[in-house]
């Protein structure tokens, strides 16, 4: 079993940044793929960028290219979300996952493990 925890959510000015952090327990880190999902109010769950066990395949939702990145330090348990140039349109609980694929996934349905969500509000 993996736990989850996502921290470094809050409120952020359009234009600024937020890097969300995600810490994982036990030691098998360094074989799980990780994602980062996003949900608003009244909307589904949305894929927003992946990254593979070793950090060569990354993944991202098209609308947070260029803004967003994803990393992983396997040493310290730990997947970052990069926010950059937010916009109010990336309000969202923002989860963190984990799969035992080796390439990472878009497929919510693939992971394995969750997070319980951190709140990102971006104010105009």
């Known amino acids: 079993q993996v736990q989850l925890v996502e921290s470094g959510g809050g409120l952020a000015q359009a234009g600024g940044s937020l890097r969300l952090s995600c810490a994982a327990s036990?030691?098998?880190?360094?074989?799980?793929?990780m994602g980062w999902f996003r949900q608003a109010p009244g909307k589904d769950r949305e894929f927003v960028a992946a990254?593979?066990?070793?950090?060569?395949?990354?993944y991202y939702t098209d609308s947070v290219k260029g803004r967003f990145t994803i990393s992983r330090d396997n040493a310290k348990n730990t997947v970052y979300l990069q926010m950059n140039s937010l916009k109010p349109v990336d309000t969202a609980v923002y989860y963190c996952?984990?799969?035992?694929?080796?390439?990472?996934?878009?497929?919510?349905?693939?992971?394995?493990?969750w997070g319980q969500g951190t709140q990102v509000t971006v104010s105009s």
């Open positions: 996952a984990a799969d035992t694929s080796v390439t990472g996934t878009r497929d919510p349905a693939k992971y394995d493990y």
């Open positions: 990254i593979s066990w070793s950090g060569g395949l990354i």
């Open positions: 036990g030691r098998t880190f360094s074989r799980l793929s």
